[in-house]
């Protein structure tokens, strides 16, 4: 196992490398200075140098990477071209609204997705377990911005009981206020993803229901429940985490879409900025801020199912049948 | 989905570009005599709550609190007359007034201007303000760093000196009637100012709360301010990137106010409704078809005037803003005092321009390529202007381009037959006396006229002298003059007191009133 997490870890070291190189490059390839965008019609041309030099664009390409790459092994993710701020505490005070969303969701997700997807799973000859599964199937197809308005419709402007967007100026000082904020964005989130995590363990579900141990098991006498509980969750667990991973991996990038319905000053809203600013160190802070928390989820989900299932333990990659 | 976020990018980058590309405008022109007369605000209504607190919707966040680092439109918005104040004061009417100029002087030969400033006027901080912070607040528009959108209309400048604590005397190079008005975009700032990034050390009636970057920005009375007190206990400004989120925080009372209504389509909501105020004031954003005025077949007048002709701008404007916004016939916006209604000048008629068409050697028509900025409204204009142009047998190729690209394409290198751009600023005619210019309007006579007013002696004269430019331009059709964009403000019904035309971008707050 120690093995196993050193030569995760060196893993997870070499990807962000490739991928903040890969970001570099990428956004250095999108036509346009941003020196540009930092200045109005009446701009000299000594203003548009001297903007280039200030923000470091008319420097050769190697080198802005080196400083780039130099500074983020310090933490420090650099000064926004448009505003002159720093990137790094501006992410930071992001992540106080992107994470806590991010998590929420997840978490209602699967408390909602997993009884209805064993019940889906459980009763599939019967009317409501086609009537769950059809439903989940229609979620799969209703994109998250569209929920989100349709809640805004009924909740915040008909019922006038949720806010309609918005996050306290204080944060968490005041836990309720910040939660009430987010329970639209939450529940929009987790709609759209339960929609597809009900699928998920409802397969899972079903191939366990057909397996062979649990008949053997329920030969020698145990009871259904009892067969599920020692045998049939475990097993049906292990496809399901890896899904999980790569569904909150997801709803953290995707949340920049649900952020900007719900008016939330997240990740999300501050990338769209980023990008239509042409503003390259906050598009790379964010980015790869993202790909951390994408690797470190992926990370996660890998060593869960190692606890979950022992028959991976020996392995690296995680594909031990 | 993709849909989705490709118009949230593109009201993001619309921002942008407002700020930026347009963001100028070396103004032409001012009050030579302070003048009277309080800004054209909405009536009070009521009686008011001191205590209450104004919450404000906008779209514009400041980039930073710094208006010469790039601060932007939002800083503008936020900041102007409420947190900084200059010496002279644009009023929501368009009128100059004084503010931290008590009065001023100008020399017979108009070089020299001596400016006395108002006593017992001090920063947020504690410090008093003098003369000494009045010319670094002047040098720092001027900087080489200064990202400051007026720095061009202040290359005139030769001197400045400050004989004593309260006189400022600037020595200009040649005569400039518009020099006060352009010194009431100069914020007087502290010259001890640490940070202005991130904080303010201004003498305005409200100093900066917090700033939640991506979220919003309070303001609070401050209880050393010189002048009048505000009107209410604080502002909050709260910014949204979709004018969506934005109305739905009107309607369910999260904010009180929108600075600048950008969705035409939400207007019926407020409309009908007692508990709204849709206020229809002057904007001086004009959406322009900007003809290449230097290569074929645009070099010709006739040509312009034939396509101007053409369309058919009321049905244009109806079909975006519905009963909202001005038809203008030219370059000047009615709150710019060299205003005169021109729509008469080049009509809506087909026939028309069919004739001119034939005139001028075309009559089987001809084809350019339109290039159209890739966010609202240019796209839907640019279809429409296909349609009627198709009419008299011309052939419109739409080329779709990011602000970006128009910058570099059209702007710098003039690699263009026709475009279209949104034109923010006030007193923004001067720039058809530009040759230069990515229009490349090239007539001497309206050059001679800009200048000639520039140089006046009284602002009846520059007016006068404008007004001919303004005539000339529309008789060349140097552009087809879409039309002006609407200023709407919605506000609750228990708001009053609040600026409706929001020139420049500004937004003072501090008479606003709730009951």
Same mark, same amino acid.
């Given at each position: 196992?120690?093995?196993?997490?050193?030569?995760?870890?060196?893993?997870?070291?070499?990807?962000?490398?490739?991928?903040?190189?890969?970001?570099?490059?990428?956004?250095?390839? +999108?036509?346009?200075?941003?020196?540009?965008?930092?200045?109005?019609?009446?701009?000299?041309?000594?203003? &548009?140098?001297?903007?280039?030099?200030?923000?470091?664009?008319?420097?050769?390409?190697?080198? @802005?990477?080196?400083?780039?790459?130099?500074?983020?092994?310090?933490?420090?993710?650099?000064?926004?071209?448009?505003?002159?701020?720093?990137?790094?505490?501006?992410?930071?005070?992001?992540?106080?609204?992107?994470?806590?969303?991010?998590?929420?969701?997840?978490?209602?997700?699967?408390?909602?997705?997993?009884?209805?997807?064993?019940?889906?799973?459980?009763?599939?000859?019967?009317?409501?377990?086609? +009537?769950?599964?059809?439903?989940? @199937?229609?979620?799969?197809?209703?994109?998250?911005?569209?929920?989100?308005?349709?809640?805004?419709?009924?909740?915040?402007?008909?019922?006038?009981?949720?806010?309609?967007?918005?996050?306290?100026?204080?944060?968490?000082?005041?836990?309720?206020?910040?939660?009430?904020?987010?329970?639209?964005?939450?529940?929009?989130?987790?709609?759209?993803?339960?929609?597809?995590?009900?699928?998920?363990?409802?397969?899972?579900?079903?191939?366990?229901?057909?397996?062979?141990?649990?008949?053997?098991?329920?030969?020698?006498?145990?009871?259904?429940?009892?067969?599920?509980?020692?045998?049939?969750?475990?097993?049906?667990?292990?496809?399901?985490?890896?899904?999980?991973?790569?569904?909150?991996?997801?709803?953290?990038?995707?949340?920049?879409?649900?952020?900007?319905?719900?008016?939330?000053?997240?990740?999300?809203?501050?990338?769209?900025?980023? &990008?239509?600013?042409?503003?390259?160190?906050? &598009?790379?802070?964010?980015?790869?801020?993202?790909?951390?928390?994408?690797?470190? &989820?992926?990370?996660?989900?890998?060593?869960?199912?190692?606890?979950?299932?022992?028959?991976?333990?020996?392995?690296?990659?995680?594909?031990?049948? | 989905?993709?849909?989705?976020?490709?118009?949230?990018?593109?009201?993001?980058?619309?921002?942008?570009?407002?700020?930026?590309?347009?963001?100028?405008?070396?103004?032409?022109?001012?009050?030579?005599?302070?003048?009277?007369?309080?800004?054209?605000?909405?009536?009070?209504?009521?009686?008011?709550? *001191?205590?209450?607190?104004?919450?404000?919707?906008?779209?514009?966040?400041?980039?930073?609190?710094?208006?010469?680092?790039?601060?932007?439109?939002?800083?503008?918005?936020?900041?102007?007359?409420?947190?900084?104040?200059?010496?002279?004061?644009?009023?929501?009417?368009?009128?100059?007034?004084?503010?931290?100029?008590?009065?001023?002087?100008?020399?017979?030969?108009?070089?020299?201007?001596?400016?006395?400033?108002?006593?017992?006027?001090?920063?947020?901080?504690?410090?008093?303000?003098?003369?000494?912070?009045?010319?670094?607040?002047?040098?720092?528009?001027?900087?080489?760093?200064?990202?400051?959108?007026?720095?061009?209309?202040?290359?005139?400048?030769?001197?400045?000196?400050?004989?004593?604590?309260?006189?400022?005397?600037?020595?200009?190079?040649?005569?400039?009637?518009?020099?006060?008005?352009?010194?009431?975009?100069?914020?007087?700032?502290?010259?001890?100012?640490?940070?202005?990034?991130?904080?303010?050390?201004?003498?305005?009636?409200?100093?900066?709360?917090?700033?939640?970057?991506?979220?919003?920005?309070?303001?609070? *009375?401050?209880?050393?301010?010189?002048?009048?007190?505000?009107?209410?206990?604080?502002?909050?400004?709260?910014?949204?990137?979709?004018?969506?989120?934005?109305?739905?925080?009107?309607?369910?009372?999260?904010?009180?106010?929108?600075?600048?209504?950008?969705? *035409?389509?939400?207007?019926?909501?407020?409309?009908?409704?007692?508990?709204?105020?849709?206020?229809?004031?002057?904007?001086?954003?004009?959406?322009?078809?900007?003809?290449?005025?230097?290569?074929?077949?645009?070099?010709?007048?006739?040509?312009?005037?034939?396509?101007?002709?053409?369309?058919?701008?009321?049905?244009?404007?109806?079909?975006?803003?519905?009963?909202?916004?001005?038809?203008?016939?030219?370059?000047?916006?009615?709150?710019?005092?060299?205003?005169?209604?021109?729509?008469?000048?080049?009509?809506?008629?087909?026939?028309?321009?069919?004739?001119?068409?034939?005139?001028?050697?075309?009559?089987?028509?001809?084809?350019?390529?339109?290039?159209?900025?890739?966010?609202?409204?240019?796209?839907?204009?640019?279809?429409?202007?296909?349609?009627?142009?198709?009419?008299?047998?011309?052939?419109?190729?739409?080329?779709?381009?990011?602000?970006?690209?128009?910058?570099?394409?059209?702007?710098?290198?003039?690699?263009?037959?026709?475009?279209?751009?949104?034109?923010?600023?006030?007193?923004?005619?001067?720039?058809?006396?530009?040759?230069?210019?990515?229009?490349?309007?090239?007539?001497?006579?309206?050059?001679?006229?800009?200048?000639?007013?520039?140089?006046?002696?009284?602002?009846?004269?520059?007016?006068?002298?404008?007004?001919?430019?303004?005539?000339?331009?529309?008789?060349?059709?140097?552009?087809?003059?879409?039309?002006?964009?609407?200023?709407?403000?919605?506000?609750?019904?228990?708001?009053?007191?609040?600026?409706?035309?929001?020139?420049?971008?500004?937004?003072?707050?501090?008479?606003?009133?709730?009951?």
């Amino acid at each position: 196992m120690a093995t196993y997490l050193l030569r995760r870890a060196a893993f997870l070291v070499i990807s962000l490398f490739l991928a903040s190189v890969l970001l570099f490059l990428l956004l250095r390839l +999108l036509p346009g200075d941003p020196a540009n965008s930092l200045l109005s019609i009446g701009a000299t041309p000594e203003q &548009i140098a001297a903007a280039r030099h200030q923000i470091g664009s008319d420097l050769p390409l190697l080198e @802005q990477f080196v400083s780039w790459l130099g500074r983020l092994v310090t933490f420090d993710l650099g000064t926004s071209f448009v505003s002159t701020l720093p990137v790094g505490p501006e992410i930071a005070s992001r992540l106080a609204v992107t994470v806590p969303l991010t998590l929420l969701s997840f978490l209602l997700a699967v408390v909602v997705a997993v009884p209805i997807g064993f019940i889906a799973a459980y009763r599939s000859n019967s009317w409501y377990g086609s +009537l769950l599964s059809g439903l989940s @199937q229609l979620g799969i197809a209703v994109p998250a911005f569209w929920v989100g308005m349709l809640l805004i419709t009924v909740f915040s402007l008909r019922l006038r009981v949720l806010p309609a967007g918005g996050f306290p100026r204080d944060d968490w000082a005041d836990p309720a206020d910040a939660l009430t904020s987010l329970a639209l964005p939450v529940v929009t989130i987790a709609l759209v993803m339960s929609a597809s995590l009900i699928r998920y363990v409802r397969s899972a579900t079903l191939d366990v229901l057909g397996s062979d141990y649990l008949r053997t098991f329920r030969a020698l006498g145990s009871s259904f429940t009892g067969a599920m509980w020692r045998h049939g969750l475990r097993n049906a667990a292990v496809p399901v985490v890896s899904i999980l991973g790569i569904e909150l991996a997801t709803t953290f990038l995707g949340a920049v879409v649900v952020e900007s319905v719900f008016a939330l000053p997240g990740l999300g809203s501050m990338l769209i900025k980023g &990008i239509a600013q042409h503003d390259y160190p906050v &598009i790379q802070g964010i980015l790869f801020v993202s790909t951390f928390a994408v690797l470190v &989820i992926g990370f996660v989900a890998d060593l869960v199912q190692r606890l979950i299932d022992p028959r991976l333990r020996g392995t690296v990659s995680g594909n031990a049948r | 989905m993709k849909s989705k976020m490709t118009s949230l990018v593109g009201a993001t980058l619309m921002v942008a570009l407002t700020l930026t590309a347009c963001g100028s405008g070396s103004g032409s022109g001012s009050e030579n005599a302070p003048a009277a007369g309080s800004g054209s605000t909405s009536s009070s209504t009521g009686s008011a709550d *001191p205590n209450a607190t104004i919450e404000v919707g906008s779209l514009y966040e400041p980039q930073n609190l710094d208006n010469t680092g790039g601060g932007g439109q939002g800083v503008t918005e936020a900041f102007n007359g409420n947190v900084y104040e200059g010496l002279f004061k644009l009023g929501d009417d368009g009128k100059v007034e004084n503010l931290l100029a008590k009065d001023y002087k100008v020399s017979p030969d108009g070089l020299t201007y001596t400016f006395t400033l108002q006593s017992g006027v001090t920063f947020h901080s504690g410090d008093p303000l003098t003369s000494a912070d009045v010319k670094y607040s002047i040098e720092k528009v001027l900087a080489k760093d200064s990202q400051s959108a007026r720095k061009s209309s202040f290359t005139g400048i030769k001197s400045i000196t400050t004989p004593d604590d309260s006189t400022v005397t600037v020595k200009l190079s040649t005569k400039s009637i518009s020099f006060v008005y352009n010194l009431s975009y100069v914020w007087v700032i502290n010259n001890q100012a640490k940070d202005l990034t991130t904080s303010e050390d201004g003498t305005g009636p409200y100093k900066l709360g917090t700033w939640k970057r991506g979220s919003s920005l309070s303001l609070d *009375p401050f209880a050393g301010y010189w002048g009048t007190p505000p009107t209410n206990k604080g502002v909050v400004f709260h910014y949204f990137t979709a004018a969506t989120a934005l109305n739905n925080a009107l309607l369910t009372n999260a904010v009180d106010i929108v600075t600048s209504e950008q969705s *035409p389509d939400a207007l019926a909501q407020f409309k009908d409704n007692k508990d709204y105020k849709v206020n229809d004031g002057h904007s001086t954003t004009k959406l322009l078809l900007a003809f290449n005025d230097r290569v074929k077949p645009f070099d010709n007048a006739l040509v312009r005037k034939a396509v101007t002709s053409a369309i058919d701008n009321r049905k244009l404007l109806n079909s975006i803003w519905g009963d909202y916004g001005t038809l203008i016939g030219s370059m000047v916006p009615p709150t710019d005092p060299w205003y005169e209604d021109l729509t008469t000048v080049n009509p809506y008629d087909v026939e028309l321009a069919k004739k001119q068409l034939s005139e001028a050697g075309y009559a089987n028509g001809f084809s350019f390529t339109l290039d159209t900025p890739n966010y609202d409204p240019h796209p839907t204009a640019a279809t429409f202007i296909k349609g009627e142009l198709a009419k008299v047998g011309i052939t419109v190729t739409i080329n779709v381009i990011t602000a970006d690209e128009w910058y570099t394409k059209v702007f710098k290198n003039h690699d263009f037959a026709a475009t279209l751009q949104e034109h923010v600023n006030d007193r923004d005619v001067v720039w058809y006396g530009n040759p230069d210019f990515y229009w490349g309007y090239d007539n001497p006579e309206v050059t001679k006229l800009v200048n000639q007013a520039e140089q006046s002696d009284t602002t009846d004269d520059q007016a006068a002298l404008l007004k001919k430019a303004n005539q000339q331009i529309a008789a060349d059709a140097a552009s087809d003059w879409l039309y002006l964009y609407p200023q709407i403000v919605v506000a609750s019904s228990s708001l009053s007191g609040y600026p409706i035309n929001g020139l420049n971008s500004q937004f003072y707050a501090y008479t606003i009133k709730k009951s």
